[in-house]
T-cell receptor
Framework: SQKIEQNSEALNIQEGKTATLTCNYT??????LQWYRQDPGRGPVFLLL?????KEKRKERLKVTFDTTLKQSLFHITASQPADSATYLC????????????FGSGTRLLVRP | DGGITQSPKYLFRKEGQNVTLSCEQN?????MYWYRQDPGQGLRLIYY???????QKGDIAEGYSVSREKKESFPLTVTSAQKNPTAFYLC??????????????FGQGTRLTVV
């Protein structure tokens, strides 16, 4: 079956450390993958998109990698801050001509001051 | 300001009642989506539309209906056939479906509760 898996356990880290979140997918061959941030009671907000031919993408303190062999994307936040605490979701287009966006269940990040 | 607006923010439904959630966007986006989110869960796709007067079922369409009569509007009706409608509903839009650089823009959500 097709699945997008993110660690359901919250990631709890100390301020200043690097947070690394994982997105694994099964039985998809996406051309690109997206990452979103969601705060409680709010809609997700787009952060980064990485294409299959890009190994790494950066935006300020954020870095995303995309390994199509491992079927995995890693999302890093360097020098984390308490304001980074939120749920982070990965999403992909299944590339089955349906043109829909499928989301993982998200990982909650808690950054302790 | 351009954006996507959902209303109402909170909605209460009685057993056996149909309710309609509004979603409007002024971003000139072709694609629109409805997702359902349950506590501690990810987003599950209910319906999506790539063009006016056309829409497709997502993974959990049973008990829901939509229309896309205008590019800007994509209302979702939760019918009495939906047995467990209490959830957080999110509407999204994107320039087009299925192409890179078409990130989704989300509304602020409607929290529906059955009373």
């Amino acid at each position: 079956s097709q699945k997008i898996e993110q660690n359901s356990e919250a990631l709890n880290i100390q301020e200043g450390k690097t947070a690394t979140l994982t997105c694994n997918y099964t039985n998809y061959s996406p051309a690109y993958l997206q990452w979103y941030r969601q705060d409680p009671g709010r809609g997700p907000v787009f952060l980064l998109l990485i294409r299959e031919n890009e190994k790494e993408k950066r935006k300020e303190r954020l870095k995303v990698t995309f390994d199509t062999t491992l079927k995995q994307s890693l999302f890093h936040i360097t020098a984390s801050q308490p304001a980074d605490s939120a749920t982070y979701l990965c999403a992909l287009d299944p590339m089955d001509s349906s043109y829909k966006l499928i989301f993982g269940s998200g990982t909650r990040l808690l950054v302790r001051p | 300001d351009g954006g996507i607006t959902q209303s109402p923010k909170y909605l209460f439904r009685k057993e056996g009642q149909n309710v309609t959630l509004s979603c409007e966007q002024n971003l000139n986006h072709d694609a629109m989506y409805w997702y359902r989110q349950d506590p501690g869960q990810g987003l599950r796709l209910i319906y999506y539309s790539q063009i006016v007067n056309d829409f497709q079922k997502g993974d959990i369409a049973e008990g829901y209906s939509v229309s896309r009569e205008k590019k800007e509007s994509f209302p979702l009706t939760v019918t009495s056939a939906q047995k467990n409608p209490t959830a957080f509903y999110l509407c999204a839009s994107s320039k087009t479906g299925g192409a890179p650089n078409t990130e989704a823009f989300f509304g602020q959500g409607t929290r529906l509760t059955v009373v």
